[in-house]
């Protein structure tokens, strides 16, 4: 990438930064303003405030609560870095372990059942899953058993009972489902589409697909993505903060070298870039599928929400025509740390080049 490239993407992820809110009061780093230097660029790469917004991102987003707690606790430590680091070590870890444990799982479970089954469209499920969350552990686990089932048949006698759901189905209700079936950027949308869609289903499975299924299937999606998102990114940075300390020594050890020590520091350092370039390349390809992924489902969910207000006289479309809006906002959050990340990844895999090219010129 040329020099005139670097300064203009730096200079976007700048204003970026700015305009979300991100940067505060701290200063752009030095490498954004692509100087020619790889050791002033090393040298001014703040790795501590990367690792800050990102456990910003996780405290504020981060669908498990213990992780987002955990991220919390780390921000308003009385000593910020030193929690963080203790955090991306063993907090981190230590929560994802916990929220896979069964009450966590119910916990987070109830609550994207009240986030995604409104008391005006789904009265049973979500009074049951709020109980559940109010009741304590016991509580929980039925939910998840067997509670969540059996409100869902109480939601649905009411419905088939009052008629209007049935009454206001139409084709180009169902041609929309085939259209989520084959074309939706989720998986497990598209699995709940084509399950409503099956051979032996009946309108009463379309009628429940856009009542409870879609909403569930889409805030499983959006889990799934910021879930391995987040342990992925975890997995890199735990061995990226020593991979940059040891490149930017040995950089600096290879031009204070001198005489026959001199070709062995730049080999050394050259070797000490290549290593940290074989880590930051992956994610940075990783992060750039994920831009693309959320942008896809932010699109989407627009696009969601412009057929239900189409169809706003239609029943049917009542309970997806309130989590639309919420659910584009969601993944425009993840397209804007996405690219954040990005971004970051790309920083320092390029940072890794400039210093592997240094020392091997």
């Known amino acids: 990438m040329n020099r005139r490239v670097r300064t203009r993407s730096a200079a976007m992820l700048a204003v970026l930064l700015v305009a979300l809110g991100l940067l505060g009061g701290v200063a752009v780093p030095a490498w954004a303003t692509a100087r020619d230097s790889t050791a002033m660029a090393s040298a001014a790469f703040d790795q501590a405030e990367e690792d800050r917004l990102f456990v910003r991102f996780l405290a504020l987003y981060d669908p498990r609560a213990l992780v987002r707690t955990a991220a919390w606790n780390a921000l308003t430590s009385s000593n910020v870095p030193a929690a963080i680091d203790r955090f991306f070590t063993s907090g981190f870890p230590y929560a994802v372990s916990r929220s896979q444990e069964l009450a966590a799982r119910n916990l987070d479970f109830a609550k994207r059942i009240v986030a995604t089954h409104p008391a005006e469209f789904s009265p049973e499920v979500h009074a049951a899953a709020q109980y559940a969350i109010n009741s304590g552990t016991t509580a929980l ?191 425009t959050n993840e397209h804007v740390n996405a690219t954040r990340q990005a971004a970051y990844w790309t920083s320092l895999y390029e940072m890794a080049l400039a210093g592997e090219r240094d020392m091997t010129s």
């Open 141 to 331: 686990d039925t939910f998840a058993r067997t509670g969540y089932a059996a409100a869902k048949e109480r939601d649905r006698i009411a419905r088939e009972a009052s008629g209007d759901h049935a009454a206001g189905l139409l084709q180009a209700d169902r041609d929309f489902v085939v259209q989520l079936r084959e074309h939706d950027p989720g998986a497990q949308v598209r699995a709940a589409a084509g399950l409503a869609l099956r051979a032996e289903a009946t309108d009463a499975d379309v009628v429940e697909f856009y009542a409870y299924d879609w909403a569930a299937a889409a805030s499983v999606d959006l889990q799934t993505h910021q879930t391995q998102c987040a342990n992925n990114d975890m997995i890199w940075r735990s061995k990226i903060k020593t991979l940059l300390a040891d490149a930017q020594a040995a950089h600096a050890a290879a031009l204070a070298a001198e005489g026959e020590a001199r070709e062995l520091a730049r080999e050394t350092a050259a070797r000490a870039w290549r290593t940290l370039g074989a880590q930051a390349e992956p994610a940075r390809s990783t992060w750039d599928t994920a831009v693309e992924v959320a942008e896809r489902q932010a699109a989407n969910w627009q696009q969601v929400a412009l057929a239900a207000a189409a169809a706003a006289d239609n029943p049917n479309w009542e309970s997806i025509t309130v989590s639309a809006q919420a659910n584009g906002q969601q993944w």
